[in-house]
């Protein structure tokens, strides 16, 4: 599959580059898309909720009352979950959301991710650009030359070839950025356009092959 490669300046070259069919143009897998996704979503969560149990709290274990005459309920401690102040009753704890999937599922899952935005042609190739030092309004410029401006983009770029163009990214809302061994399926889906470098290209291939 061949692509139109565009300059910084939104304009297309005279060049176009050949795509992996496998990897941009296979038929997609939904199943394998919803558990990478899930995989994703789970692993971000931290798990440090938590509530205190009676045996947590500060206080006394003596016991409050004697055991009958009162005309109540027999009662503790004043830690007592029955008591205002003491603990709580199978609340929280902190848990670990952790998940894990085969590697060849998460491979799938990011080449149907990758097929689906090539089908809503959703996926624009950039030639290779630096940035001498980090340049927030050149960076917002090109995002306005491929008409990106007002849309959720993720641009995937080589981190060794420049890292001021992360610096120049990171505070501009809807504009997220990422090297291609960090490219998910989450990431893919969760933005409408997706902005590939020739460099970057390359290294998804490898990746995902």
């Given at each position: 599959m061949k692509i139109d490669i565009y300059n910084i300046s939104g304009e297309k070259t005279n060049r176009t580059i050949e795509l992996n069919d496998e990897i941009f143009s296979i038929q997609p897998n939904d199943h394998a898309i919803y558990l990478d996704v899930k995989r994703i979503l789970a692993n971000r969560r931290q798990g440090t909720n938590a509530t205190k149990t009676r045996s947590d709290i500060s206080g006394s274990t003596r016991k409050l009352f004697r055991q009958k005459g009162t005309g109540g309920a027999r009662r503790g401690d004043i830690k007592s979950p029955l008591l205002r102040g003491g603990g709580t009753v199978f609340?929280?704890?902190?848990?670990?959301?952790?998940?894990?999937?085969?590697?060849?599922?998460?491979?799938?899952?990011?080449?149907?991710?990758?097929?689906?935005?090539?089908?809503?042609?959703?996926i624009v190739i950039v030639e290779d650009?630096?940035?001498?030092?980090?340049?927030?309004?050149?960076?917002?410029?090109?995002?306005?030359?491929?008409?990106?401006?007002?849309?959720?983009?993720?641009?995937?770029?080589?981190?060794?070839?420049?890292?001021?163009?992360?610096?120049?990214?990171?505070?501009?809302?809807?504009?997220?950025?990422?090297?291609?061994?960090?490219?998910?399926?989450?990431?893919?889906?969760?933005?409408?356009?997706?902005?590939?470098?020739?460099?970057?290209?390359?290294?998804?291939?490898?990746?995902?092959?």
């Open positions: 609340g929280p704890e902190p848990r670990d959301y952790t998940m894990k999937i085969n590697k060849k599922v998460k491979q799938l899952a990011r080449k149907s991710a990758l097929t689906y935005k090539m089908i809503e042609n959703k650009f630096k940035f001498e030092e980090p340049r927030t309004r050149e960076y917002i410029q090109i995002l306005k030359n491929l008409k990106l401006e007002n849309k959720k983009n993720l641009f995937v770029t080589n981190h060794e070839e420049n890292s001021n163009i992360f610096l120049s990214a990171r505070n501009i809302p809807k504009a997220f950025i990422c090297t291609p061994e960090k490219l998910n399926t989450y990431d893919i889906l969760n933005n409408e356009t997706i902005v590939l470098t020739e460099s970057s290209i390359e290294i998804i291939s490898k990746i995902l092959n």
